[in-house]
């Protein structure tokens, strides 16, 4: 299968390495970053994982789509709030059979990509693996767990599941979920609950439930969501939210979350697209989402401080 993987930061390049480990795939990595495209085509990708460093080198790097031309399958790792300014810049990869995969954190991808390429060709899902750079082209895989994918409309029918053998054939354990919008909400949710927290704080995970005013207004910010979740007729596949990220978080206790990796690499948080999403879907209903809104603005103040 013809593969391109649209951003070619930690996840991006883990999912292309893996992928590109078929032999019968062939798989690009899109980036605008030169010196990442550079570093990829001259040595390929390293990938740190379970003490030792793993060099997948059947990838190509393109700084421009119109090099790579029309694939099969377009799995976008952009940042959430990239996703509108990569679906206009990679177009030249889709064509009308092209699939749009998006695996992304935050809230609006599937709406972005729907708008770009279709509805009709665009899946979606989760994924509990976590990666972190080393430089470009180098990673660590620092955290394990099942990808989860689905179409919009819960039917789950051939291509989702030859995406899903696709990603299975990798090594990345896949499964198929009739709910997968349910599960954007769950990792939003999760999402809303840790990362400004953290980002706020300078907080590993685990540590937020070591302070009980902390955990407080983690459990606000979710219930805010959960709020708006259910305006939505949004199913969840987890009852209970706020249990469910204290029970993240004791899990990725010594991780720091994307956030507070951004704030701390003076880097564009996902903040818009995470907590910002649940005070924009509030007020669409007629309401608000107090602690979501100032936990926006402190990461928005975060991240202008020099």
């Not at 060099?55 to 090099?67: C, E, F, K, L, W």
Request: hydrophobic share 40%; aromatic share 4%.
């Amino acid at each position: 299968m013809k593969i391109a993987i649209i951003g070619a930061g930690a996840m991006g390049c883990l999912y292309g390495g893996k992928l590109s480990s078929v032999e019968s795939n062939e798989v690009f990595l899109v980036d605008i970053r030169q010196d990442y495209i550079d570093a990829i085509n001259q040595h390929g990708i390293f990938i740190e994982e379970n003490d030792e460093i793993l060099n997948y080198r059947r990838v190509i790097g393109a700084t421009d789509p119109a090099t790579v031309g029309i694939v099969d399958l377009a799995v976008i790792f952009v940042k959430s709030t990239e996703t509108e300014a990569a679906a206009e810049g990679s177009k030249a990869v889709f064509g009308k059979d092209t699939l749009a995969l998006t695996l992304q954190n935050g809230l609006g991808n599937i709406d972005i990509l729907s708008k770009a390429f279709g509805l009709q060709n665009v899946i979606a899902g989760t994924t509990a693996h976590g990666a972190y750079m080393k430089g470009p082209g180098s990673i660590c895989h620092a955290g394990y767990g099942i990808t989860t994918i689905g179409e919009p409309d819960g039917i789950c029918g051939e291509r989702i599941s030859a995406v899903s053998e696709l990603l299975n054939q990798a090594g990345i354990e896949t499964t198929l979920s009739d709910n997968v919008l349910g599960l954007v909400w769950d990792k939003l949710l999760v999402n809303v609950g840790i990362n400004a927290l953290t980002a706020i704080t300078g907080l590993l995970n685990g540590e937020l439930l070591d302070h009980p005013e902390i955990e407080t207004i983690l459990e606000k910010a979710i219930l805010e969501g959960i709020r708006v979740a259910d305006a939505k007729n949004i199913l969840l596949n987890h009852k209970d939210p706020v249990t469910h990220t204290k029970e993240i978080c004791r899990a990725t206790a010594l991780n720091k979350s994307s956030m507070l990796q951004d704030i701390l690499n003076k880097r564009r948080t996902e903040i818009d697209m995470i907590n910002g999403a649940i005070v924009r879907e509030s007020e669409a209903f007629g309401t608000q989402a107090p602690v979501n809104f100032v936990l926006t603005n402190l990461v928005k103040f975060k991240e202008k401080k020099p």
